[in-house]
T-cell receptor
Framework: GAVVSQHPSRVICKSGTSVKIECRSLDFQATTMFWYRQFPKQSLMLMAT?????????EQGVEKDKFLINHASLTLSTLTVTSAHPEDSSFYICSARRGGGAEDTQYFGPGTRLTVL | QKEVEQNSGPLSVPEGAIASLNCTYS??????FFWYRQYSGKSPELIMSIYSNGDKEDGRFTAQLNKASQYVSLLIRDSQPSDSATYLC??????????FGKGTTLSVSS
């Protein structure tokens, strides 16, 4: 199966700092990657769609100036949480889309647990 | 707006039984459907994809798709305690993103 990695797996930071999370597709090229957030016992929430070489598309209610997304290559997308606050503490998960047409599939990274003190 | 609906559960089955997870979707033109398994504190893992009407089997898992009824299900045979997790149904939304159901929590008791 396809492999997607995320780094770091866990981060604890002070309020006001910025945190960068990397998402890599290790064995396939992903023109599209997605960033999700999940609070405890809640559903996955799509934050944004990241397309290689172009600006990300953010879901309604997600602040694009706070959650900076860069998709500089076909195997790497980054999410930067700027000026993090305790309410940003969550489980951030990326996924990468492989293939195209009717049988394309998304594979998830292992997630990054962010705790803002 | 496209929707994917699942019964949140919990669905409880004894070890060795068949667990049946159901999902309905609102968009008649959806062509592909996915089942993901998510253990507590972990990210979702793809376990099945199905694109055609009928059944698709992979080991103890069988996905069933009925496009006319806009219904997709996942059967888990010989359920094991290690199958206890939340199962997410997904279908393509607008653009390239998947729309996920809220998930069904399965508990398999030994």
């Amino acid at each position: 199966g396809a492999v997607v990695s995320q780094h770091p797996s866990r981060v604890i930071c002070k309020s006001g700092t910025s945190v960068k999370i990397e998402c890599r597709s290790l064995d396939f090229q992903a023109t599209t990657m997605f960033w999700y957030r999940q609070f405890p016992k809640q559903s996955l929430m799509l934050m944004a769609t990241s397309n290689e070489g172009s600006k990300a598309t953010y879901e309604q209610g997600v602040e694009k100036d706070k959650f900076l997304i860069n998709h500089a290559s076909l195997t790497l997308s980054t999410l930067t949480v700027t000026s993090a606050h305790p309410e940003d503490s969550s489980f951030y998960i990326c996924s990468a889309r492989r293939g195209g047409g009717a049988e394309d599939t998304q594979y998830f990274g292992p997630g990054t647990r962010l705790t803002v003190l | 707006q496209k929707e994917v609906e699942q019964n949140s559960g919990p669905l409880s089955v004894p070890e060795g039984a068949i667990a049946s997870l159901n999902c309905t979707y609102s968009d008649r033109v959806s062509q592909s459907f996915f089942w993901y398994r998510q253990y507590s504190g972990k990210s979702p893992e793809l376990i099945m994809s199905i694109y055609s009407n009928g059944d698709k089997e992979d080991g103890r898992f069988t996905a069933q798709l009925n496009k006319a009824s806009q219904y997709v299900s996942l059967l888990i045979r010989d359920s094991q305690p290690s199958d206890s997790a939340t199962y997410l149904c997904a279908a393509p939304g607008a653009g390239t993103a998947l729309i996920f159901g809220k998930g069904t929590t399965l508990s398999v008791s030994s």
